[in-house]
Nanobody
Framework: QVQLVESGGGLVQAGGSLRLSCAASGNIFSTYAMAWYRQAPGKQRESVATITRSGNTAYADSVKGRFTISRDNAKNTVYLEMNSLKPEDTAVYYC??????????WGQGTQVTVSS
């Protein structure tokens, strides 16, 4: 059974940093490329960073150069290092496999709020 537990969010001033963690159980972590997604109020959920099982990464243009995704295969954990945060980064952040549909299981997410 898949379980995804996101943590590390909080309130930070613009320009600050946060590190998000996502602990995954089940075989999702060992089978799939993983991604961090975010959903701002009134907006659709969007993918911001992806990482393959071998460690290849890709980023949305809006976060490129500021966010870094990584994974620890031994701990079944994926991370998102977020620097130079902007108010528009405010959202609930989720992790899941790449391409996960809305109808699939999602964790509770972690709230990131960036004040100006």
């Amino acid at each position: 059974q898949v379980q995804l537990v996101e943590s590390g969010g909080g309130l930070v001033q613009a320009g600050g940093s946060l590190r998000l963690s996502c602990a995954a159980s089940g075989n999702i972590f060992s089978t799939y490329a993983m991604a961090w997604y975010r959903q701002a109020p009134g907006k659709q959920r969007e993918s911001v960073a992806t990482i393959t099982r071998s460690g290849n990464t890709a980023y949305a243009d809006s976060v490129k150069g500021r966010f870094t995704i990584s994974r620890d295969n031994a701990k079944n954990t994926v991370y998102l290092e977020m620097n130079s945060l902007k108010p528009e980064d405010t959202a609930v952040y989720y992790c899941n496999r790449v391409g996960a549909p809305g109808s699939e299981y999602w964790g509770q997410g972690t709230q990131v709020t960036v004040s100006s």
